[in-house]
Structure formats: structure tokens, C-alpha cells
């Protein structure tokens, strides 16, 4: 079974308007950790944001906001007046288990965010 | 964030030939670190996991002959695709772990051409 699932292979987005990317994820692990990426098309993967399993509050970061729904299992990640810089391939990523023993990341299929001008 | 570093950017080569892709951790040291390949337009998948002064660790189906993994030291990983093959053709990305919340941070990536 898929563990992380992105559902919208692509998306448009008007400039300095919000979109919300969409991440469910899968899992029996009380512990984990759920990451957001961007990978523009130069291809370096870009740490946006992290949300820790028992983490109280939703993260955010700057401009970019994760919406944590723990019963759903859902982390959408919302990213506020895109730019055009925005323009990139969204990942979405789970750790599962202890941060500090070795894990693994599983990806999900990604979304691309095109920003119109 | 901690910085990771893979070279070289992009390589093309020969069917037949041997590619060997670096991967370091600049600021710290990784005594695990990750490679993935991605095709265009598709998730990263994990190839295999390197431990420093250990044999790395295979995913399913990735071949150990044919993708070599080296961590000889704790800032260094490097994958040697031996005997390569034009369907070798692909996005290879490397990552290690740092920080308080030992998160991952990625390489640059290489993204390797069989001609």
C-alpha cells in the first residue's frame, strides 16, 4: 500500500494567491515525522517544512503552512501569496518511527505547482 | 540547514563505462546517507542506504553489482554505476541527516546521461 499519496499531479495557481497541496499518508507507527519538499527543475530537493507526529500545533514556515490533520492523516501543506519563484514539484515525505534511529523517507508522487503571472 | 554536496552536476557517458557520483556532507558528519534515482517527473525512490565503514543496504530489486556504494569516511558517500547502460539514464540524489530533529537534507543531484 501506498504510504504517502498526493493526489493532484498539477496544479495552476494565480500570483499572490494561496494553494493548498494535498498529502495523506499511511501508517500504524504512533511516532513520525511528515516533510514537505520543493524540487524546482534544477532538481536540488529543498527542505520546506516539518511536522512532528506529536506535535501540538500545525508547523509553519514563513509563507508556507502545513494544515495537520492527525485523525484524517492528512498534511496539506498551504503555501500563501505564491510567487513566481513558487513554480516547482511538491513532495511530500514520512519518516516513521524514532527521528534518531535510522529511518527512511517514503515519498509520495509529487505535485507540480505552475505560478501565473 | 546543513549542507550536502554531490558532484558532479551532470555526466554523460558511454555505454560500458563506469560513472562514480560523490556525495559529501560539508558541515557535519553522516555516518548514514541515502541515494535515490527519479525519472522524469516521478518520485524519488530509494536505491540504498550507506553506512560509514559498512556494507550499504540494498532495496528491493536495486542491483549492488551494478550500483556500488562506497562510505569510507564519515563525509563521504560515493555510487559507482558500473557498466552502464542508456536505461541507467536518470536523476541520481543523494541525501544525510542532521540537526536537532536529524532531518534530511539533499544533494544537488546528478543527472547521469547513457549515450
Redesign the interface.
Known sequence: AQKITQTQPGMFVQEKEAVTLDCTYDTSDPSY?L?W?KQPS????I?LI?Q?SYDQQNATEGRYSLNFQKARKSANLVISASQLGDSA?Y?CAM?EGN??N?Y??S????T?VTVRA | GAVVSQHPSRVICKSGTSVKIECRSLDFQATTMFWYRQFPKQSLMLMATSNEGSKATYEQGVEKDKFLINHASLTLSTLTVTSAHPEDSSFYICSARAGAKNEAFFGQGTRLTVV
Open positions: 515525522g516533510f519538499y534544477s532538481g536540488e530537493m527542505f516539518y512532528g514539484m513532495f519518516r527521528p534518531f535510522d527512511k523517507l515519498f509520495g508522487a509529487g507540480t
